[in-house]
């Protein structure tokens, strides 16, 4: 079953009348803008995730000393590369390897970043369906693909590890004006303040992608 189980303390935001020890299971999915070749409309892939690191970062620091004390700025921010696995049964894998194909190739070399660049969202669902965290990564794309057939006898099902490289991440809240892919593949820090066209919203009713 993908998602991870919590130890729930009291129930509280778990569910309603949940025991004081109750173990629940949270799933999760990442939804990946202009995944499929093709098609132009509601183009948003959605992989239904077993496991998945969240998005964090850390800060270079700066130091300039003083007379008698050394002072600390922050210099650069740097978000760490986030892992996604999954049970291939839909054949996102295919779909995979040849968006890591347009990253580089032997006789064009490396692509433009609005060739292979694109938003992606990771978001965990309580028991009940209830949303409880959305990311929105921006500019991401598969750095590595790992995958191998599982140990099952007579499955052609193969476990599939995606490493996202990113530019930046931020968390969505419920209430946040922007649930929608805002079309922010190889924007930089210079311009990701302008606005731009967004595509239909998605529905957790229509985005069982698999």
């Known amino acids: 079953m993908p998602g991870f189980i919590v130890n729930g303390q009291g129930g509280v935001g778990i569910a309603n009348g949940a025991p004081d020890n109750a173990e629940y299971y949270y799933t999760y999915t990442w939804e990946i803008e202009n995944f499929y ?13 077993k496991t998945m690191t969240l998005p964090t970062f850390n800060v270079a620091q700066e ?8 002072y600390k700025f922050a210099k650069s921010v740097n978000w760490a590369d986030v892992k996604v696995a999954w049970y291939d049964t839909s054949g996102f894998l295919d779909t995979m390897k040849k968006w890591r194909k347009t990253v580089w190739s032997p006789k064009q070399g490396f692509a433009a970043v609005n060739t292979y660049k694109r938003e992606s969202r990771f978001r965990t669902f309580l028991p009940d369906g209830e949303e409880a965290q959305t990311f929105r990564l921006i500019n991401s794309w598969p750095s590595v693909i790992k995958y191998g057939d599982l140990t099952y006898t007579n499955s052609d099902v193969k476990m599939v590890e995606v490493t996202l490289t990113y530019d930046w991440a931020e968390e969505i809240t419920t209430n946040s004006p922007d649930e929608t892919f805002a079309g922010n593949v190889g924007q930089t820090a210079e311009n990701v303040d302008k606005p731009s066209p967004a595509p239909q919203p998605i529905s957790k009713e229509n985005s069982g992608g698999e």
């Open 37 to 49: 070749e093709f098609q132009s409309y509601s183009n948003i892939g959605v992989i239904h995730c």
């Open 63 to 70: 130091t300039v000393m003083g007379a008698s004390l050394e």
